[in-house]
Protein backbone atom coordinates (compact mmCIF):
# COMPACT_ATOMS: atom_id res chain seq x y z
CA UNK A 1 0.00 0.00 0.00
CA UNK A 2 0.77 3.78 -0.86
CA UNK A 3 1.78 6.20 1.81
CA UNK A 4 -0.92 8.85 2.34
CA UNK A 5 -0.13 12.44 2.29
CA UNK A 6 -2.35 14.33 4.40
CA UNK A 7 -3.18 17.63 5.19
CA UNK A 8 -4.79 19.61 7.67
CA UNK A 9 -7.00 22.28 7.56
CA UNK A 10 -6.80 26.10 9.72
CA UNK A 11 -10.31 26.30 9.58
CA UNK A 12 -11.97 26.42 12.84
CA UNK A 13 -15.10 25.38 13.38
CA UNK A 14 -15.81 28.42 15.81
CA UNK A 15 -16.08 30.23 12.67
CA UNK A 16 -18.06 27.98 10.57
CA UNK A 17 -21.47 29.73 9.69
CA UNK A 18 -22.92 26.09 9.04
CA UNK A 19 -22.64 23.30 11.39
CA UNK A 20 -24.79 20.12 11.68
CA UNK A 21 -24.71 16.75 12.23
CA UNK A 22 -26.06 14.10 10.11
CA UNK A 23 -26.90 10.85 10.85
CA UNK A 24 -26.68 7.67 9.07
CA UNK A 25 -29.02 6.81 6.71
CA UNK A 26 -30.11 10.43 6.42
CA UNK A 27 -29.41 12.68 3.60
CA UNK A 28 -28.65 16.47 3.01
CA UNK A 29 -29.31 18.64 0.01
CA UNK A 30 -27.56 22.28 0.34
CA UNK A 31 -26.28 24.95 -1.30
CA UNK A 32 -22.49 25.75 -1.14
CA UNK A 33 -21.23 28.84 -2.61
CA UNK A 34 -18.57 30.00 -5.09
CA UNK A 35 -15.44 29.75 -2.32
CA UNK A 36 -16.90 28.26 0.51
CA UNK A 37 -15.65 25.73 1.99
CA UNK A 38 -17.21 22.19 3.45
CA UNK A 39 -15.96 19.81 5.43
CA UNK A 40 -17.30 16.47 6.02
CA UNK A 41 -16.13 14.82 9.58
CA UNK A 42 -16.03 11.13 10.06
CA UNK A 43 -17.21 10.76 13.47
CA UNK A 44 -16.43 7.63 14.89
CA UNK A 45 -14.27 6.24 11.62
CA UNK A 46 -15.20 3.98 9.07
CA UNK A 47 -18.11 5.68 7.61
CA UNK A 48 -19.01 5.98 3.81
CA UNK A 49 -20.48 9.29 2.94
CA UNK A 50 -21.68 9.06 -0.34
CA UNK A 51 -21.89 12.59 -2.31
CA UNK A 52 -22.68 14.01 -5.56
CA UNK A 53 -21.96 17.97 -6.88
CA UNK A 54 -23.81 20.43 -9.45
CA UNK A 55 -23.75 23.27 -11.11
CA UNK A 56 -26.09 25.21 -8.79
CA UNK A 57 -27.24 27.48 -11.88
CA UNK A 58 -27.24 24.10 -14.58
CA UNK A 59 -27.79 20.84 -13.13
CA UNK A 60 -27.20 18.99 -15.99
CA UNK A 61 -23.33 19.92 -15.35
CA UNK A 62 -22.75 17.80 -12.68
CA UNK A 63 -20.11 15.73 -11.19
CA UNK A 64 -18.64 13.01 -12.89
CA UNK A 65 -16.22 10.15 -11.46
CA UNK A 66 -14.81 9.34 -14.65
CA UNK A 67 -13.64 13.02 -15.67
CA UNK A 68 -12.54 13.58 -12.06
CA UNK A 69 -9.84 10.42 -12.48
CA UNK A 70 -8.69 11.01 -16.10
CA UNK A 71 -8.23 14.40 -15.15
CA UNK A 72 -5.71 13.60 -12.61
CA UNK A 73 -4.50 10.48 -14.09
CA UNK A 74 -5.40 8.60 -10.92
CA UNK A 75 -8.00 6.56 -9.52
CA UNK A 76 -8.24 7.81 -5.89
CA UNK A 77 -8.92 10.95 -4.43
CA UNK A 78 -7.20 13.33 -2.12
CA UNK A 79 -6.40 16.75 -1.52
CA UNK A 80 -5.78 18.44 -4.42
CA UNK A 81 -8.22 16.14 -6.78
CA UNK A 82 -10.17 18.60 -8.54
CA UNK A 83 -13.75 17.17 -8.99
CA UNK A 84 -14.82 17.65 -12.34
CA UNK A 85 -18.18 18.17 -14.03
CA UNK A 86 -19.42 15.88 -17.19
CA UNK A 87 -19.10 19.10 -18.92
CA UNK A 88 -15.34 19.42 -18.16
CA UNK A 89 -15.59 22.25 -15.16
CA UNK A 90 -14.11 22.12 -12.06
CA UNK A 91 -16.91 22.07 -9.58
CA UNK A 92 -14.50 22.18 -6.35
CA UNK A 93 -10.92 21.04 -4.84
CA UNK A 94 -10.34 18.85 -2.33
CA UNK A 95 -8.19 21.64 0.09
CA UNK A 96 -7.75 19.34 3.15
CA UNK A 97 -8.00 15.56 3.95
CA UNK A 98 -6.86 13.81 7.09
CA UNK A 99 -7.87 10.49 5.53
CA UNK A 100 -5.77 10.48 2.31
CA UNK A 101 -8.05 8.34 -0.14
CA UNK A 102 -11.39 8.43 -0.84
CA UNK A 103 -13.56 6.57 -3.65
CA UNK A 104 -15.00 7.64 -6.79
CA UNK A 105 -15.73 4.38 -8.85
CA UNK A 106 -18.15 2.17 -5.96
CA UNK A 107 -20.92 3.69 -6.52
CA UNK A 108 -24.06 4.26 -4.26
CA UNK A 109 -25.85 1.52 -2.98
CA UNK A 110 -29.43 0.65 -4.23
CA UNK A 111 -32.54 -1.14 -3.13
CA UNK A 112 -32.13 -3.03 -6.24
CA UNK A 113 -28.39 -3.50 -6.15
CA UNK A 114 -28.64 -4.63 -2.92
CA UNK A 115 -30.50 -7.66 -4.10
CA UNK A 116 -28.05 -8.52 -6.62
CA UNK A 117 -25.26 -8.42 -4.89
CA UNK A 118 -26.76 -9.89 -1.50
CA UNK A 119 -29.89 -11.77 -1.69
CA UNK A 120 -33.25 -10.72 -3.84
CA UNK A 121 -34.84 -10.63 -0.18
CA UNK A 122 -32.72 -7.35 0.56
CA UNK A 123 -34.70 -5.15 -1.59
CA UNK A 124 -36.27 -3.53 1.50
CA UNK A 125 -33.28 -2.66 3.08
CA UNK A 126 -32.61 1.07 3.35
CA UNK A 127 -30.14 2.61 0.76
CA UNK A 128 -27.95 5.64 -0.10
CA UNK A 129 -30.19 5.64 -3.42
CA UNK A 130 -33.31 5.64 -2.02
CA UNK A 131 -31.99 8.42 0.39
CA UNK A 132 -30.67 10.34 -3.20
CA UNK A 133 -34.47 9.61 -3.64
CA UNK A 134 -36.36 11.16 -0.59
CA UNK A 135 -33.79 14.25 -0.85
CA UNK A 136 -34.47 15.09 -4.46
CA UNK A 137 -38.14 14.87 -4.23
CA UNK A 138 -37.86 17.55 -1.15
CA UNK A 139 -35.71 19.66 -2.86
CA UNK A 140 -37.72 20.10 -6.08
CA UNK A 141 -36.85 22.14 -8.72
CA UNK A 142 -36.87 19.67 -11.50
CA UNK A 143 -34.87 17.35 -9.75
CA UNK A 144 -35.09 13.43 -10.67
CA UNK A 145 -33.50 10.17 -10.77
CA UNK A 146 -31.81 10.77 -14.38
CA UNK A 147 -30.14 13.60 -11.82
CA UNK A 148 -28.53 10.99 -9.88
CA UNK A 149 -25.19 9.84 -11.08
CA UNK A 150 -21.78 8.55 -10.40
CA UNK A 151 -20.92 9.43 -6.98
CA UNK A 152 -17.92 9.89 -4.62
CA UNK A 153 -17.70 8.02 -1.42
CA UNK A 154 -15.53 9.70 0.71
CA UNK A 155 -13.62 7.44 3.60
CA UNK A 156 -14.10 4.61 1.66
CA UNK A 157 -11.33 2.39 0.22
CA UNK A 158 -11.52 0.64 -2.97
CA UNK A 159 -8.54 -0.32 -4.83
CA UNK A 160 -7.68 -2.06 -7.89
CA UNK A 161 -5.47 -4.43 -8.18
CA UNK A 162 -2.96 -4.80 -11.40
CA UNK A 163 -4.95 -7.17 -12.42
CA UNK A 164 -7.58 -5.36 -13.07
CA UNK A 165 -9.90 -6.87 -10.06
CA UNK A 166 -12.06 -4.61 -7.77
CA UNK A 167 -11.81 -4.71 -4.14
CA UNK A 168 -13.79 -3.52 -0.95
CA UNK A 169 -10.69 -3.17 2.19
CA UNK A 170 -10.39 -2.10 5.32
CA UNK A 171 -11.29 1.31 5.63
CA UNK A 172 -8.74 3.81 6.09
CA UNK A 173 -10.45 6.48 8.17
CA UNK A 174 -10.73 6.80 11.97
CA UNK A 175 -13.01 8.76 13.88
CA UNK A 176 -12.86 12.57 13.66
CA UNK A 177 -10.61 12.37 10.10
CA UNK A 178 -12.24 14.98 8.00
CA UNK A 179 -11.81 15.74 4.19
CA UNK A 180 -12.49 19.83 2.70
CA UNK A 181 -13.66 20.91 -0.38
CA UNK A 182 -13.48 24.28 -1.32
CA UNK A 183 -16.61 25.07 -4.24
CA UNK A 184 -14.84 26.61 -7.48
CA UNK A 185 -18.49 27.46 -8.73
CA UNK A 186 -22.08 27.93 -6.95
CA UNK A 187 -22.98 24.34 -6.43
CA UNK A 188 -25.70 21.68 -5.30
CA UNK A 189 -24.27 18.99 -2.80
CA UNK A 190 -26.11 16.10 -2.64
CA UNK A 191 -24.41 13.44 0.52
CA UNK A 192 -26.23 10.09 1.94
CA UNK A 193 -24.95 8.68 4.94
CA UNK A 194 -24.23 5.42 3.89
CA UNK A 195 -27.06 3.08 5.99
CA UNK A 196 -25.34 -0.23 4.21
CA UNK A 197 -25.53 -3.29 6.40
CA UNK A 198 -24.51 -6.14 4.09
CA UNK A 199 -20.60 -5.10 3.61
CA UNK A 200 -17.86 -3.80 5.48
CA UNK A 201 -17.87 -0.43 4.10
CA UNK A 202 -18.55 1.33 7.41
CA UNK A 203 -17.60 -1.61 9.82
CA UNK A 204 -21.18 -2.56 9.34
CA UNK A 205 -21.57 -0.08 11.72
CA UNK A 206 -23.27 2.86 9.95
CA UNK A 207 -22.32 5.90 12.19
CA UNK A 208 -23.03 9.92 12.49
CA UNK A 209 -20.69 12.75 10.01
CA UNK A 210 -20.29 16.14 10.95
CA UNK A 211 -20.81 18.68 7.85
CA UNK A 212 -19.49 22.28 8.49
CA UNK A 213 -19.27 25.12 6.01
CA UNK A 214 -17.14 28.23 6.38
CA UNK A 215 -17.89 31.12 3.92
CA UNK B 1 -22.13 -17.68 -35.42
CA UNK B 2 -23.16 -19.51 -38.85
CA UNK B 3 -25.73 -21.06 -38.03
CA UNK B 4 -27.82 -17.72 -36.34
CA UNK B 5 -29.15 -14.91 -39.07
CA UNK B 6 -27.67 -11.76 -39.44
CA UNK B 7 -29.75 -9.48 -39.51
CA UNK B 8 -27.20 -6.34 -40.75
CA UNK B 9 -24.52 -5.39 -40.94
CA UNK B 10 -23.14 -1.85 -40.88
CA UNK B 11 -19.17 -0.53 -40.86
CA UNK B 12 -18.47 2.75 -39.22
CA UNK B 13 -15.67 4.62 -39.58
CA UNK B 14 -12.94 6.20 -37.09
CA UNK B 15 -14.84 9.28 -35.44
CA UNK B 16 -18.39 8.08 -36.28
CA UNK B 17 -21.80 7.47 -34.40
CA UNK B 18 -24.56 5.32 -34.29
CA UNK B 19 -27.56 4.03 -31.86
CA UNK B 20 -29.70 1.11 -32.32
CA UNK B 21 -32.69 -0.58 -29.99
CA UNK B 22 -31.56 -4.05 -29.90
CA UNK B 23 -34.33 -6.48 -29.44
CA UNK B 24 -33.96 -8.90 -26.71
CA UNK B 25 -31.72 -11.75 -26.94
CA UNK B 26 -30.28 -10.17 -30.18
CA UNK B 27 -26.75 -10.00 -29.84
CA UNK B 28 -24.28 -6.71 -31.60
CA UNK B 29 -20.92 -7.90 -32.89
CA UNK B 30 -18.04 -5.35 -32.80
CA UNK B 31 -15.31 -5.65 -35.09
CA UNK B 32 -12.24 -3.96 -34.42
CA UNK B 33 -11.15 -3.78 -38.57
CA UNK B 34 -7.48 -2.17 -38.85
CA UNK B 35 -6.47 -2.62 -34.91
CA UNK B 36 -6.49 0.09 -32.12
CA UNK B 37 -10.04 1.23 -32.54
CA UNK B 38 -11.80 2.49 -29.28
CA UNK B 39 -16.03 2.13 -28.98
CA UNK B 40 -17.39 4.40 -26.12
CA UNK B 41 -20.72 2.60 -25.33
CA UNK B 42 -23.34 3.95 -23.03
CA UNK B 43 -26.61 1.28 -22.87
CA UNK B 44 -30.52 2.11 -21.79
CA UNK B 45 -33.59 -0.09 -21.19
CA UNK B 46 -34.95 0.67 -24.05
CA UNK B 47 -38.33 0.57 -22.77
CA UNK B 48 -37.81 2.55 -19.64
CA UNK B 49 -35.12 4.73 -20.25
CA UNK B 50 -34.36 5.86 -16.51
CA UNK B 51 -33.20 2.42 -15.98
CA UNK B 52 -29.73 2.67 -17.33
CA UNK B 53 -26.11 1.07 -17.28
CA UNK B 54 -24.72 1.83 -13.73
CA UNK B 55 -21.21 0.82 -14.09
CA UNK B 56 -20.20 1.25 -10.52
CA UNK B 57 -22.67 -1.74 -9.58
CA UNK B 58 -21.54 -3.32 -12.93
CA UNK B 59 -18.11 -3.19 -11.19
CA UNK B 60 -18.77 -4.25 -7.89
CA UNK B 61 -21.38 -6.72 -8.59
CA UNK B 62 -18.53 -8.03 -10.73
CA UNK B 63 -15.36 -7.83 -8.80
CA UNK B 64 -13.87 -6.24 -11.56
CA UNK B 65 -12.28 -3.03 -12.83
CA UNK B 66 -11.81 -4.05 -16.58
CA UNK B 67 -14.50 -5.97 -19.02
CA UNK B 68 -14.60 -9.43 -20.72
CA UNK B 69 -16.51 -12.66 -21.56
CA UNK B 70 -18.83 -13.61 -19.03
CA UNK B 71 -18.96 -10.24 -17.59
CA UNK B 72 -22.89 -8.61 -17.97
CA UNK B 73 -22.88 -4.96 -18.37
CA UNK B 74 -25.85 -3.74 -15.32
CA UNK B 75 -28.00 -1.31 -14.94
CA UNK B 76 -28.83 1.08 -11.54
CA UNK B 77 -32.08 -1.39 -11.30
CA UNK B 78 -30.09 -4.33 -11.09
CA UNK B 79 -31.07 -5.12 -14.46
CA UNK B 80 -28.99 -7.35 -17.08
CA UNK B 81 -28.78 -4.67 -20.13
CA UNK B 82 -25.89 -6.61 -22.19
CA UNK B 83 -24.14 -9.79 -21.88
CA UNK B 84 -20.33 -10.13 -22.78
CA UNK B 85 -20.96 -13.25 -24.49
CA UNK B 86 -17.74 -13.55 -26.75
CA UNK B 87 -14.22 -10.99 -26.51
CA UNK B 88 -11.35 -11.84 -28.48
CA UNK B 89 -9.53 -9.26 -26.27
CA UNK B 90 -9.67 -9.77 -22.85
CA UNK B 91 -9.47 -6.44 -21.30
CA UNK B 92 -11.91 -3.44 -22.23
CA UNK B 93 -11.70 -0.27 -20.43
CA UNK B 94 -14.72 1.13 -17.75
CA UNK B 95 -12.73 3.71 -16.40
CA UNK B 96 -11.56 6.28 -18.76
CA UNK B 97 -14.65 8.04 -19.40
CA UNK B 98 -14.69 9.89 -22.82
CA UNK B 99 -13.47 13.24 -24.45
CA UNK B 100 -15.05 16.81 -24.95
CA UNK B 101 -14.21 19.14 -28.00
CA UNK B 102 -11.96 21.39 -25.95
CA UNK B 103 -9.29 17.63 -25.49
CA UNK B 104 -9.99 17.36 -28.85
CA UNK B 105 -9.00 20.53 -30.26
CA UNK B 106 -5.88 20.87 -27.69
CA UNK B 107 -4.54 17.40 -28.83
CA UNK B 108 -4.96 17.45 -32.21
CA UNK B 109 -5.66 21.18 -33.30
CA UNK B 110 -9.05 21.83 -35.38
CA UNK B 111 -10.76 20.43 -38.11
CA UNK B 112 -13.81 21.77 -38.90
CA UNK B 113 -16.46 20.39 -41.37
CA UNK B 114 -16.42 23.56 -43.73
CA UNK B 115 -12.83 22.94 -44.39
CA UNK B 116 -12.48 19.05 -44.08
CA UNK B 117 -16.05 17.86 -44.85
CA UNK B 118 -16.49 14.66 -43.25
CA UNK B 119 -12.77 14.24 -42.28
CA UNK B 120 -13.19 17.02 -39.10
CA UNK B 121 -11.87 16.34 -35.96
CA UNK B 122 -15.05 15.22 -33.89
CA UNK B 123 -15.43 14.08 -30.24
CA UNK B 124 -17.11 11.41 -28.17
CA UNK B 125 -19.15 13.97 -25.81
CA UNK B 126 -20.80 15.57 -29.10
CA UNK B 127 -21.04 12.17 -30.50
CA UNK B 128 -23.38 10.68 -27.82
CA UNK B 129 -25.07 13.97 -27.18
CA UNK B 130 -26.33 13.59 -30.70
CA UNK B 131 -27.35 10.03 -30.44
CA UNK B 132 -28.97 10.48 -26.97
CA UNK B 133 -30.99 13.11 -28.47
CA UNK B 134 -32.65 10.57 -30.98
CA UNK B 135 -34.68 9.35 -28.56
CA UNK B 136 -35.57 12.23 -26.27
CA UNK B 137 -32.33 12.04 -23.90
CA UNK B 138 -29.41 14.67 -23.46
CA UNK B 139 -27.01 15.86 -20.81
CA UNK B 140 -28.82 14.62 -17.79
CA UNK B 141 -28.50 10.97 -19.37
CA UNK B 142 -24.96 10.83 -19.39
CA UNK B 143 -23.63 8.16 -17.81
CA UNK B 144 -20.07 6.62 -17.08
CA UNK B 145 -19.10 5.20 -20.40
CA UNK B 146 -16.79 1.77 -21.18
CA UNK B 147 -14.33 1.86 -23.64
CA UNK B 148 -14.28 -1.14 -25.71
CA UNK B 149 -11.46 -2.67 -27.10
CA UNK B 150 -8.76 -0.27 -24.63
CA UNK B 151 -7.09 -0.94 -21.31
CA UNK B 152 -5.56 1.08 -18.77
CA UNK B 153 -3.45 -0.31 -16.31
CA UNK B 154 -3.70 1.01 -12.70
CA UNK B 155 -0.95 0.79 -10.14
CA UNK B 156 -1.07 0.21 -6.83
CA UNK B 157 -1.17 4.00 -5.88
CA UNK B 158 -4.04 4.39 -8.13
CA UNK B 159 -1.96 6.08 -11.49
CA UNK B 160 -3.54 5.01 -14.61
CA UNK B 161 -1.59 4.39 -17.62
CA UNK B 162 -2.80 3.79 -21.40
CA UNK B 163 -1.80 0.35 -22.63
CA UNK B 164 -0.63 0.27 -26.47
CA UNK B 165 -2.05 -2.43 -28.72
CA UNK B 166 -4.21 -3.68 -26.78
CA UNK B 167 -6.73 -4.87 -29.78
CA UNK B 168 -5.47 -6.09 -33.37
CA UNK B 169 -7.15 -6.33 -36.38
CA UNK B 170 -10.15 -8.96 -36.91
CA UNK B 171 -10.86 -8.60 -32.49
CA UNK B 172 -14.01 -8.75 -31.88
CA UNK B 173 -16.69 -8.45 -28.98
CA UNK B 174 -20.46 -10.16 -28.91
CA UNK B 175 -22.84 -8.28 -26.61
CA UNK B 176 -25.99 -10.21 -26.28
CA UNK B 177 -29.25 -7.61 -25.19
CA UNK B 178 -30.66 -9.18 -22.03
CA UNK B 179 -34.04 -6.73 -23.03
CA UNK B 180 -34.48 -4.33 -25.24
CA UNK B 181 -31.17 -2.43 -25.18
CA UNK B 182 -30.69 1.18 -26.77
CA UNK B 183 -27.06 1.15 -27.58
CA UNK B 184 -25.17 4.20 -27.96
CA UNK B 185 -21.70 4.43 -29.12
CA UNK B 186 -18.85 6.32 -30.95
CA UNK B 187 -15.69 5.63 -32.46
CA UNK B 188 -13.95 8.38 -31.13
CA UNK B 189 -10.05 7.98 -29.92
CA UNK B 190 -9.76 7.07 -25.69
CA UNK B 191 -9.10 10.26 -24.38
CA UNK B 192 -5.61 8.69 -22.82
CA UNK B 193 -4.78 7.45 -26.41
CA UNK B 194 -0.97 9.11 -26.28
CA UNK B 195 -1.13 8.96 -29.90
CA UNK B 196 -0.64 12.86 -31.21
CA UNK B 197 -2.22 12.40 -34.30
CA UNK B 198 -6.25 12.23 -35.02
CA UNK B 199 -6.74 8.97 -35.88
CA UNK B 200 -10.04 7.33 -34.84
CA UNK B 201 -10.54 3.68 -36.42
CA UNK B 202 -13.18 2.06 -38.27
CA UNK B 203 -15.36 -0.93 -36.71
CA UNK B 204 -18.03 -3.01 -38.48
CA UNK B 205 -21.47 -3.40 -36.45
CA UNK B 206 -23.16 -6.84 -37.10
CA UNK B 207 -26.52 -7.64 -35.47
CA UNK B 208 -27.68 -11.06 -35.31
CA UNK B 209 -30.60 -13.19 -33.67
CA UNK B 210 -29.00 -15.54 -30.97
CA UNK B 211 -30.87 -18.28 -28.87
CA UNK B 212 -32.04 -16.88 -25.30
CA UNK B 213 -29.80 -17.56 -22.40
CA UNK B 214 -30.41 -20.93 -21.59
CA UNK B 215 -30.16 -22.44 -17.69
CA UNK B 216 -26.10 -23.56 -18.42
CA UNK B 217 -25.30 -19.72 -20.25
CA UNK B 218 -21.38 -18.91 -19.28
CA UNK B 219 -22.80 -15.11 -18.59
CA UNK B 220 -25.29 -16.27 -16.55
CA UNK B 221 -23.92 -18.78 -14.08
CA UNK B 222 -20.32 -16.32 -14.39
CA UNK B 223 -21.66 -15.54 -10.78
CA UNK B 224 -24.00 -15.82 -8.67
CA UNK B 225 -24.56 -11.77 -8.50
CA UNK B 226 -25.67 -12.72 -12.57
CA UNK B 227 -27.46 -15.02 -11.88
CA UNK B 228 -30.00 -12.89 -9.45
CA UNK B 229 -29.90 -9.71 -12.24
CA UNK B 230 -30.61 -12.00 -14.77
CA UNK B 231 -34.00 -13.45 -12.23
CA UNK B 232 -34.90 -9.61 -12.00
CA UNK B 233 -34.34 -8.92 -15.72
CA UNK B 234 -36.32 -11.98 -16.73
CA UNK B 235 -39.23 -10.78 -14.29
CA UNK B 236 -39.77 -8.05 -16.47
CA UNK B 237 -41.10 -10.01 -19.34
CA UNK B 238 -43.28 -12.42 -17.93
CA UNK B 239 -44.34 -15.48 -20.29
CA UNK B 240 -41.81 -15.06 -22.11
CA UNK B 241 -39.22 -17.85 -22.60
CA UNK B 242 -35.96 -17.33 -21.30
Redesign the interface.
Known amino acids: ??TFILTESRLDPAHAIYDFTLLAGDGWMHEIMRGQTLRIVDLDGNQAVDTLFYNAHD???RY????T??AQ????LTTGTRLMS???AVLATIVADTCGRHDT????C?A??N???Y??DKRWMHSC?DTFMLQIARWGRGV???????NINFFMN?????E?????ADGVSAGGRYVEVRAEMDLVCLISNCPQLNNPCNAYNPTPVRLLIWP | MSSETILFEESLPGGGLWSWRLRRHTTLRITDLDGGTNVGLMAYNADQPLDRLNLPDTLKAQYTARLTRGHVLMSDLGHALLSITADSVGWHDPLGGHGHAALVKSKYGEATYQEKRNDWFRNAHDNFLIELGKYGLGRRDLVANINFFSRLDVDVAGKMKFYPGNSRAGDFIDLRAEMNVLVVLNTCQHPLDPNPAYAPRPVKLTVRQTPPPGASDFCRNFRDENQRSFILTERLFPGAST
Do not use: N, W
Open positions: MSLSDSAQDIRGALYSEGLGGAAESQVRALRTKCDITHVPVTPGKLSF
